[in-house]
């Protein structure tokens, strides 16, 4: 399948002249559009450079190959812009939203946010995508006028929401949050801006989405290979994996095992991306979205893989699950990293002296429930790196996490 390098924009496309504004208002730039610039205050925040030391899968001592959290915001990046160009959508409202995806994760991970969020069971919660929404509305320092980056409403939305509405209309969380309830970062600050909770996204925000997906289900394909936890023969008992190297091989009986894994993860990205458009087409051309607004009230994803893929990407995840993810190599290490993070939580809560000075004052002048907040703060912008470093520094001993 041939797709055009882009077509005109479409009309359920965000527009940035359209856009409902930032919570704070500001003069417009004269040389970015909204959605531009708020890419570009995504790039340079500090937040941002963080994800260089932050775990994907592997620590960021095990090896300069392996994907960090940055390197894969910026596959994921590209997969959505080139999904949305070819929809016609906003390329920089999606890049701008897989740039901030993971900006929330603490160091380690998931098993950094897992330790965090038994930290904070009993004062609100750890959940990464909020902590990505606070850090954008209020953790982040870098203007004279107002806290966070002051992103505009359609980027927000795309943050919050970008997997779907976290609510039913009425208010009551929905989805993964029924259980639980509304992460408190979402919370607080949707009753200081609606972020119309209970509807979609933007077909922009689903598109970063889904690119987080083919992201990281090639690139840990890669990584998991590069990492020595599986061979080239184990992967290729996924169907959709045997059928790329079977045409990899006819074509290059030679080729070296280097560039084949190289040749397969390009070509798995490439066909689930052009699935991705594929599906997109169809799904909008049923639900004929005129609007953005349409596409948020069009009561289901309009981005997503096709039935084949679905299943194609299922068995993917079922065959990384247990060999990479749940690897006794990776789980004993995340064993590891998650106590180093309940060691530095646990040792603020009890000296918030050990904080640096700012964190400590504010620390300890606050009520219990604030005062954990902060410190969850604290530790959720550490790197891999320092997270240790300041457990080294606080403890006789530190786990080497290898």
Not at 192 to 214: F, G, K, V
Request: glycine content about 6%; proline content about 5%.
């Amino acid at each position: 399948m041939a797709i055009e390098a882009g077509c005109p924009r479409a009309v359920y496309a965000a527009h940035p002249a359209q856009s409902r504004g930032r919570h704070f208002p500001e003069p417009p730039s004269v040389t970015r559009n909204d959605f531009r610039r708020d890419c570009d205050r995504i790039i340079h925040a500090t937040a941002f450079r963080r994800l260089k030391y932050k775990t994907q899968v592997f620590v960021f001592h095990e090896g300069d190959h392996y994907r960090t959290r940055l390197t894969h915001s910026l596959e994921v990046a590209q997969i959505a812009r080139a999904m949305s160009r070819a929809l016609g959508l906003d390329e920089d409202l999606s890049e701008a939203l897989a740039l901030a995806h993971d900006l929330g994760h603490p160091p380690f991970g998931h098993a950094g946010e897992r330790a965090l969020a038994a930290c904070m069971g009993g004062h609100g919660g750890f959940d990464h995508n909020a902590q990505t929404l606070r850090i954008v509305t209020e953790l982040e320092r870098r203007y004279p006028d107002f806290d966070g980056l002051n992103l505009t409403w359609e980027t927000l939305e795309g943050i919050a929401k970008h997997n779907g509405p976290l609510t039913d209309r009425q208010g009551n969380p929905a989805g993964r949050y029924r259980e639980t309830g509304l992460p408190e970062g979402i919370r607080l600050y949707s009753a200081a801006q609606d972020l119309h909770l209970w509807s979609y996204a933007s077909a922009e925000a689903q598109m970063a989405a889904i690119a987080d997906d083919i992201a990281y289900d090639a690139h840990d394909i890669d990584d998991g290979l590069r990492a020595g936890l599986f061979s080239i023969d184990d992967i290729a008992a996924v169907p959709i994996v045997a059928g790329i190297l079977a045409d990899i091989r006819k074509k290059h009986p030679r080729l070296d095992t280097e560039r084949l894994v190289h040749e397969l993860v390009r070509r798995l990205i490439s066909q689930m991306i052009e699935d991705v458009i594929t599906e997109a087409r169809s799904r909008l051309q049923q639900a004929a979205p005129r609007s953005v607004d349409e596409v948020r009230g069009a009561g289901r994803p309009l981005a997503g893989f096709s039935p084949a893929m679905a299943e194609a990407d299922a068995a993917i995840k079922g065959f990384l699950y247990p060999r990479m993810y749940r690897h006794a190599r990776i789980m004993r290490i995340m064993a590891e990293a998650e106590s180093v993070v309940r060691d530095l939580f646990e040792r603020y809560s009890t000296k918030p002296a050990d904080l640096p000075s700012g964190w400590a004052a504010a620390a300890e002048m606050a009520d219990s429930q604030v005062s954990a907040r902060k410190i969850a703060d604290f530790i959720a912008g550490m790197t891999d790196r320092y997270a240790l470093m300041e457990h080294a520094r606080l403890f006789p001993a530190t786990p080497e996490l290898r």
